[in-house]
Structure formats: C-alpha cells, structure tokens
C-alpha cells in the first residue's frame, strides 16, 4: 500500500467543529452508539488520521492510513492477529485442496451487515469482481492476480464474471487459483478484497461509501467524514463479535504535520497519533518514553523515477548515479533520527521466508561510490559546467521535506545536479504521478501481507500501483514463475532473483525501511505493536484512569 503523509488543516469553521464535536463526544450522553449516526454514548477513541483519506471504498482506497481506516469498517474473509498472522475473519474456517488450488471458506453465520442483513457468499463474490473490473479502474485490481483469470479481467479479455470466485451457497466461498499460493489467507485480509452489500452499490455506484450510505460488515460505521477535518466513527452493534467491542466510536482527526499533531495529542485532544515528530523524539524519549512506540515496520520509503520520459527514460545509469552518492547512513543517523535502517534493497528485513537483496555497491567506500556515479553522471553527458536540472516532487510533512533537502544535497555536491524541490498535498500528488506530470518522486510502499511478493508484485509492469511504472519483461517472468511453483525453497529463490535483477535496473532509489512511530495515551487499553501497523480499533478500550480530558 501507498504510504502518505499529513496535509494541511481545513478552514478555521472545520477545526472549531472538530473541537466541538471532540467535546461533546467524551460527554457520554447521547443515544446509544449503533449502525446509524448519531452522538455517541460511551468511550471515544480518539486516534491520529495522518493525510486526508484518498478514498473509504475498500475497493479504491489506495494510501495506508486511509486502509485503516477502512479495516475498522469493513471485514475480509480472513484478518490479523495481533502478531499480524492470518485469523479467521468472516469466514470461521477454510480448507485448501491437495494440488493448492482451490480454496473452499465457511462463513460464519451471524455475520451481520451494519443494518442487520446477513454477510453471504456472494457479497464477497461481488467485491473481488468488483475489485478487478476495469470499469472500477481499481489501482489494487492486479493484487489478488493468482486468482484465476484476473489478468485477462483487467485487460479487458474476459468478463468479471470469469474471475476464480463462486458462492455455491449463502455460506460457502470458493476461490480458484491459477497457481498455488499459500499466502492466499494472509491475503485475503486486506480492505481491498472486501465484500459490497449489493443493493447499496447497485443504488449508489459511484459513490457508496459515503457517510449515511456505506453499510459496514467491520466493528465500526461511518458516520462522519469532515474533509480536512475528522472522520467519525460509530459501533456496528450488528458485528459478529461486537461482544468483543469497547469501544462506543472512534474519532480519526486529520492534522496538518507531525508538530501540530504532537501539540494536540499534549493538550489531550488525541489518544493515540500517527506519527512521531523527528525534531522533537529526544525530548519525546526523555518526558513521554512511557508512552512512545517504536517497532519494526514492513515499509520501503523511496524516490521513484518517471520512467516514462526524459531524463530517466532507458537511462539506468544515470538513475544508478543518484543513488549511489547518497549516504543512507548518514540520513538515518542525522536526520531521521529514531531507528529506521538504511535501505540499499527493496524488500525490508523481517518478511517471512526471505533474505532481502542488496545493491552491489553495498558496503563499498562512499568516496569510490562517488568516483563511480562521477563518471556514470558524465557519460549521461552532464557536468558541473551542463548539470542535471530536475524537479523532485513530494507530498506535505517535516520528514519529507527533511529528506529531500538532505538527499538533493548530496547530489548537488558530489554530482553538481540542480533539482527544484516541489512540495503538493498527497492527493494532488498521486494524481500527478498517474498523469506522468512528475520527473522525480517521493513515495514508499509498505506490505499488504507478509510475504515479499506483496514487495515484488507492485513493480510488476501490470500492477496498477506501480508508480514509476517499471517494464521488465525479465522480471515479470520471474515473478510469474515464482507465483507458479510449489516448491518454498525455489519459490524464494526466483523471488530473490527477481529482487536482484530488478535493483540492477534502478527503477528507484530505496532510501530507507520504516520503523512504527505512535504515541499512545496510557487510558488506552489493549494496545499493540506489529511488523504490518496495523492495530485494529475493535481490539482496543479506554480506561479513566489517567485521562486528560
């Protein structure tokens, strides 16, 4: 998934609404929290939104903070523990057939609709075809593509109604692969592959996740979405397992950067934020370490090359000349700050079965680094005296800007390169990338799953995330083969050549692996840490004890 970044605050009205409404919430009064709108009664978790939501549709959503979001209102077939392994989710249980094939799910009987309906089959029918229909124009569409005929879906070559997936019954979901994938559960449980409530899709196709409109199968509702503001919300008490459930709503506020979140969440405006602020984690470490979270994520920040026109276009080279005068150690050290590791590959350390690849320049002396991409930079036919003029487009927030200034440094110095630094919000800056309307920039992918095809697959050339739209044939057809053996051991090592081959092309310069970063309010109950980020809001509860309201 698409990592991004805070944007800036809504009009003054929107904030005072927030404020209010924040108010009035901790209250307790009001009716009780359910599958409609309305005020809640009971605990209100309040957590940081980081950018402003891309989109609520399970089957567009594209940025990682808006999926989890999404993941407190809705529920795949499976989901993840705490630990971030595959659990059972809608479906109780599943089996898998002797060749690995085909993979039969029992859905649970009481899984409910936030308006009361059963979860059946072929809801989850309708969203994986939904998902991989080109009229979606999903940029998940190629994600489950080890389901059978999801590639001739997506081109246009065969009908949605061809996609691997049937409902023999209300209860039964089968799934037919095109080739074994074990993964598959694990894959299962993101927002993407969730199921539609068809009636509400059929009278509102364009915009069904909406407040008011959206129906939820997930622990919580949507009540509210203040753009640049909050998006509220409420308890689905028609949850399978709302037994489980502690809390009455959740309250995701949206705030410009890491600093002002910090403020709000010292005033006691916020339970739990996104990130971190950089600038301030030695002061965080000395008076907050109580409750500071720092724990290894399954992310890869980089810079993207447009490989669709000059300069970087059939120029591997010159793409391996920026990345090898940047000092990755020295950006961890200096100016992130808390723990990332220098990333010299794309898959980070921690997936499941995998020993990650590097470049081969890892390890060498930075001084014959710089010797190298000096000569690289001058068969591209640039110098000091005919330098590199480029424009390095990021998303809004301290760490991004940090970087940047850090990284177009290094290049101004050892190659003499002139790069213009344009900052724009998230949204604005996906679409532009999607136009081709950017030479250079800054994004970062973190795993669906945990396993490194979901870091192989998104620059496969099908793959409609693939940002700096990479084409390699050589590539493409090791991933094919690896996501067609049986065999773990070959599986990993055509995973591992592809990784290897691909870093030989410099598609993009990895930059670092992230590390989780919250605050967390010691009136939080149940909190917890994981290599996927994910922490869902149905595990967690309020105390009084503590609050600073």
């Not at 209010?20 to 009780?32: K, T």
């Not at 669906?448 to 870091?455: C, G, P, R």
């Not at 620059?459 to 739209?469: A, E, V, W």
Request: glycine share 8%; aromatic share 8%.
């Amino acid at each position: 998934m698409t990592r991004g970044a805070s944007r800036p605050l809504g009009a003054a009205a929107a904030v005072i609404a927030v404020l209010a409404l924040c108010s009035c919430s901790r209250g307790g009064s009001g009716p009780a929290a359910s599958g409609a709108a309305g005020s809640p009664a009971g605990p209100v978790l309040v957590r940081g939104a980081g950018p402003e939501p891309d989109s609520l549709d399970p089957q567009k959503v594209r940025g990682s903070e808006a999926q989890g979001i999404v993941r407190d209102l809705c529920e795949g077939l499976t989901t993840l523990d705490k630990s971030a392994h595959v659990a059972p989710g809608v479906a109780s249980r599943w089996s898998v057939s002797a060749d690995g094939k085909v993979y039969t799910f029992t859905l649970r009987p009481d899984a409910r609709w936030s308006n009361g309906e059963r979860v059946v089959a072929a809801d989850f029918v309708a969203g994986l075809r939904r998902l991989v229909d080109p009229a979606t124009a999903s940029g998940y569409a190629q994600y489950a593509d080890v389901i059978a005929n999801t590639g001739d879906i997506v081109a246009g070559r065969k009908p949605p109604e061809a996609l691997g997936v049937g409902a023999p019954d209300d209860s039964t979901v089968v799934v037919t692969l095109s080739a074994p994938a074990p993964y598959l559960p694990a894959l299962l449980s993101h927002p993407s592959t969730c199921p539609v409530h068809r009636p509400t899709l059929a009278s509102h196709p364009d915009g069904f996740a909406r407040p008011g409109v959206m129906l939820s199968d997930g622990a919580f509702v949507l009540s509210e979405w203040v753009p640049g503001s909050y998006v509220l919300l409420l308890r689905n008490r028609y949850y399978w397992n709302d037994a489980a459930t502690r809390l009455a709503a959740v309250k995701y506020l949206i705030i410009s950067d890491e600093n002002a979140e910090l403020a709000r969440y010292r005033s006691g405006e916020l339970d739990v934020t996104a990130v971190v602020p950089r600038g301030q984690f030695d002061w965080i470490r000395e008076h907050l370490a109580g409750e500071l979270h720092v724990s290894p994520q399954l992310t890869t920040y980089y810079y993207g090359f447009n490989l669709r026109r000059a300069p970087f276009s059939a120029r591997p080279k010159l793409r391996r000349a920026l990345s090898l005068v940047i000092d990755r150690e020295k950006l961890a050290a200096l100016v992130l700050r808390v723990g990332e590791l220098p990333a010299y590959g794309w898959v980070p350390p921690g997936v499941d079965d995998y020993t990650p690849k590097s470049f081969d320049y890892r390890g060498e002396p930075l001084a014959a680094r710089i010797a190298e991409a000096q000569r690289l930079y001058r068969e591209a036919g640039y110098s000091r005296a005919r330098p590199l003029e480029l424009e390095l487009a990021y998303n809004a927030g301290e760490v991004h800007t940090k970087v940047a200034i850090a990284v177009t440094s290094m290049w101004k110095e050892a190659l003499g390169a002139e790069v213009r630094l344009t900052q724009v919000e998230f949204k604005s800056l996906l679409q532009n990338i999607d136009r081709g309307d950017v030479e250079l920039f800054r994004s970062s992918w973190a795993g669906d799953y945990n396993d490194a095809y979901t870091f192989a697959q998104y620059l496969k050339s099908d793959f409609g995330l693939n940002l700096p739209r990479y084409r390699s044939t050589a590539y493409d057809a090791l991933l094919t083969r690896a996501a067609a053996e049986v065999d773990l051991g070959r599986r990993r090592a055509l995973l591992e050549e592809a990784e290897r081959a691909m870093l030989a092309d410099h598609p993009l310069i990895p930059l670092y692996f992230y590390v989780n970063k919250h605050l967390v309010k010691p009136r939080v109950l149940g909190w917890y840490d994981n290599v996927m980020n994910v922490t869902y809001s149905r595990d967690l509860g309020l105390s009084s004890i503590g609050q600073n309201r």
